[in-house]
């Protein structure tokens, strides 16, 4: 089936985008009789926009008119994981691929070259800011104790970026 042009949204376009809550990931508290010994479960995900902060990848303007940006640097933007106990970025990061998007990974490269341009409503001002349409996840660390029984070790979040990458817009009065 074709899609038309007025029915394709921009990559870029994202009003709305970022969740407002969590949403749950659908993953029951582990009964372990044998298996592995440590092991993360990812309990809930959220929509969530990661900001690059290289000079270069944040812009103001207005009032009004139009912005016009591209990124004139390459960096990464890295997953960040925080929590209540130790926590292996590369275990929580691989449990994420499997139960929220195959797409998160360690880190996202942003090369050069990206332009984008928005309007400007009349006495705002317009915001740019380049980064990630990563996740925001947490999660939470168990071991097996005993034959069959679990312990939940800790719990924390991670930010963790995916490789689509673009320009987020939003407006303010000042």
Not at 6 to 23: A, L, S, V, Y
Not at 70 to 96: F, M, Y
Request: hydrophobic content about 30%; proline content about 3%; some cysteine.
């Amino acid at each position: 089936m074709a899609i038309s042009a007025d029915q394709t949204t921009d990559i870029n376009d994202r009003q709305g985008w970022e969740d407002e809550t969590e949403q749950p990931v659908l993953e029951k508290t582990p009964y372990y009789c044998d298996g592995p010994y440590y092991w993360y479960s990812i309990t809930s995900k959220k929509h969530y926009f990661i900001p690059s902060w290289w000079n270069g990848t944040k812009y103001k303007d207005g009032p009004g008119g139009t912005m016009s940006v591209s990124v004139t640097k390459a960096g990464t933007i890295s997953a960040d994981v925080t929590g209540t106990v130790e926590a292996q970025t590369n275990a929580i990061i691989a449990k994420a691929k499997t139960s929220v998007s195959v797409r998160v990974g360690a880190s996202a490269t942003i090369t050069t070259g990206h332009n984008y341009s928005h309007d400007i409503h009349r006495n705002k001002y317009g915001h740019l800011q380049y980064g990630s349409w990563g996740y925001k996840v947490a999660w939470k660390k168990y071991r097996r104790v005993g034959s069959c029984g679990v312990e939940e070790l800790g719990h924390g979040t991670a930010t963790l970026p995916t490789s689509e990458t673009g320009w987020k817009f939003w407006e303010t009065s000042s």
